[in-house]
């Protein structure tokens, strides 16, 4: 089932080496932030023994980050529709850079919410999935879309098989302070996108408004739209669940190995592997998207997701293990990033998709706060993580159910503007 065609012309006129540039700059914005931010976790453990605030303390402000991650989006989103991708983007990575670099200086809890939470999550979010995906889908035509938006989502994961390995060497080379502020350092070279990706979603939907005598609707009246359509709202329940997955591995995956008896090496390759693995992940899925039911291929994600850690918690944890299941783990990571975008785009088109995936983004980092906190909270109290894993699996199913009811059609055609008299 293809991706909705929008009345504007431009994108599909995008000469090849302009589509491939438009691609490879949000594929390395996307690769610079989200690898910095999903290699994160391989400092807690650092940062605990050099502040002795705690592991619950310090996860707290990893949580914080997911959720303020998701809460620019919607906002960023926005701005990005309006006023250009461009400017969104270079504050962005400049924010990241920032907060990542002055990490190692924070001692507090409130310290390190604000340089973790507030300026690198905050930056990642503004140059993040709802401003790229929204950018991409506006300046590639509309056939390619769903490929176009797993290269996008293949980035995010190619940084982070990148940048978990390098902050591995760095940290033994110079120090965990010095290797988490290189790695602010490196995020900006995403800096060039913000001149490849400039431009706005609005223009264009105003000028094909023009053409067909449509009334676009505004951003308020985009959202009512949204939030009263109940496939959008089973949409975001669902990617919500996914927010708890992705946050839990990427925040406590290294400790869970640890925890298991295992040298930490191992849960530095296991974040690089779920990395490399759901570059497969995201590029098969951006295939599949216009060929089967976005609402099924979710389903299955989900699906698969459950079945493997329920398989993982009975396996004997050793190195091999772990890697496998981090395999499976990145191939359904952030694989649901095409076919939620998608459902987005189809739905709503690319008027206001920035926005409105921003808001579908919100709904995966509540989540996504929900799998970091309780990650640290449950292993403080306990010594073990097999409650959340226990969470985790019963999430999946849910998730898994609640795709199927999604309608996969475009909204009724927007009411003619009135005659002028």
Same mark, same amino acid.
């Given at each position: ?18 589509? !491939? ?102 930056? #990642? ?9 929204? #950018? ?21 994961? @190619? ?87 992705? $946050? ?18 191992? *849960? ?21 998207? *216009? ?34 299941? $981090?395999?499976?783990? +990145?191939?359904? @990571? ?41 990650? +640290? ?11 959340? !894993? ?5 999430? #999946?199913? +849910? ?23």
């Amino acid at each position: 089932m293809a991706i909705e065609t929008l009345p504007n012309k431009p994108p599909s006129a995008t000469p090849s080496i302009a589509l !491939w540039l438009v691609l490879l700059a949000a594929a390395g914005t996307f690769a610079m932030t989200m690898g910095t931010r999903q290699t994160m976790g391989l400092f807690l453990s650092a940062l605990n023994t050099s502040t002795a605030l705690g592991i619950g303390s310090i996860s707290l402000a990893f949580a914080f980050g997911q959720l303020w991650w998701g809460l620019t989006q919607p906002f960023a989103g926005a701005v990005a529709d309006r006023i250009g991708t461009g400017r969104v983007i270079l504050l962005g990575v400049l924010l990241v850079a920032l907060g990542t670099f002055i990490t190692p200086y924070m001692t507090s809890t409130a310290g390190l919410i604000f340089a973790i939470g507030v300026l690198a999550a905050g930056g #990642a979010g503004m140059a993040g999935p709802s401003v790229l995906m929204a #950018a991409t889908a506006r300046l590639v035509p509309a056939h390619k879309r769903g490929l176009a938006s797993g290269i996008v989502n293949a980035g995010g994961s @190619f940084g982070q098989f990148v940048m978990a390995p390098i902050a591995i060497s760095l940290t033994a080379a110079v120090g965990w302070a010095n290797a988490m502020q290189w790695l602010g350092v490196l995020v900006l070279l995403a800096l060039p996108a913000v001149w490849v990706l400039k431009g706005n979603s609005n223009a264009l939907a105003a000028q094909a408004a023009a053409a067909s005598g449509q009334k676009a609707l505004t951003a308020r009246e985009a959202i009512a739209q949204a939030l009263a359509t109940p496939s959008y709202r089973y949409l975001a329940v669902g990617f919500l669940v996914c927010g708890f997955h992705v $946050a839990f591995l990427a925040t406590h995956l290294p400790g869970v190995i640890a925890a298991c008896g295992l040298a930490p090496e191992v *849960g530095g390759w296991a974040l690089a592997v779920i990395g490399l693995f759901n570059i497969v992940g995201s590029l098969a899925m951006g295939w599949a998207v *216009g060929r089967w039911r976005m609402k099924s291929l979710l389903s299955l994600l989900y699906a698969v997701r459950g079945l493997a850690v329920l398989i993982f918690l009975f396996a004997p944890k050793t190195p091999a293990v772990v890697l496998i299941f $981090a395999a499976v783990m +990145g191939i359904t @990571f952030l694989s649901t990033v095409p076919p939620t975008a998608g459902l987005v785009a189809k739905m709503f088109g690319t008027a206001n998709m920035a926005m409105l995936f921003g808001i579908v983004m919100l709904s995966h980092q509540i989540g996504g706060f929900l799998g970091a906190y309780l990650g +640290g909270s449950v292993f403080q109290a306990t010594g073990s993580y097999d409650w959340v !894993w226990y969470i985790d699996i019963a999430l #999946a199913a +849910g998730a898994a159910l609640v795709n199927l009811p999604i309608r996969e059609s475009p909204l009724p055609p927007r009411r003619a503007a009135p005659a002028a008299a």
